[in-house]
């Protein structure tokens, strides 16, 4: 059973996603952005000047992402509430771990999905051991998402979850 919270709650996230990615002047960006650069749309208070028209203006793209409850664990139980603001030494470090983080996420919203199919027990062991291998008993550190496999991990849940498609096939 997942317990982990899979949904963002920006109100607890150090603004990361309007900081540590690049944007490309595309359809989806209306600017170019450098990794690490602050979003001229950034408010102090981390939030979003123009939310409400991000689409009329141009900044599609940033509704189209979303982290997954990614970026408010970084930025709470990673680094324990601290931000690039007071810090910007950690805007690469944070960065790098929401990489990491919102991968691991992406895993685990996977595995919730199909933690609902009606899984044998060995099924259901697997689910386990691989929600628990993206689940460290004590927490996420930034050591410990800088060294995890997380490559390795994906294509472990990729392969069960598609070891499964007979319970789609039985679904329809
Ligand atoms: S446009 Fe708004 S939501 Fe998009 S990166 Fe900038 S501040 Fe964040």
Known sequence: MIKQDLTSDC???AALCCVVFAFDKSESFAVDKA????????????????????????FRG????????????????????????????????????????RRVHEQLLMLRTAEKFPLDPAERETARMLVDSLSPGTGWTEQSLKTFA?????????????SLRHHVTNAS
């Open 11 to 13: 109100s607890n996230c």
């Open 35 to 58: 990794a690490g650069e602050v979003c001229a749309n950034l408010d102090g208070s981390n939030r979003c000047r123009i939310f409400a028209e991000r689409e009329t203006l141009g």
């Open 62 to 101: 940033c509704m189209t992402y979303d982290c997954h409850g990614a970026g408010q664990r970084v930025t709470q139980e990673v680094f324990g509430g601290r931000s690039w603001r007071n810090d910007p030494g950690l805007t690469s470090r944070m960065g790098a771990a929401l990489s990491v983080m």
């Open 150 to 162: 997380i490559d390795a991990a994906s294509r472990k849940v990729a392969t069960f979850l598609r």
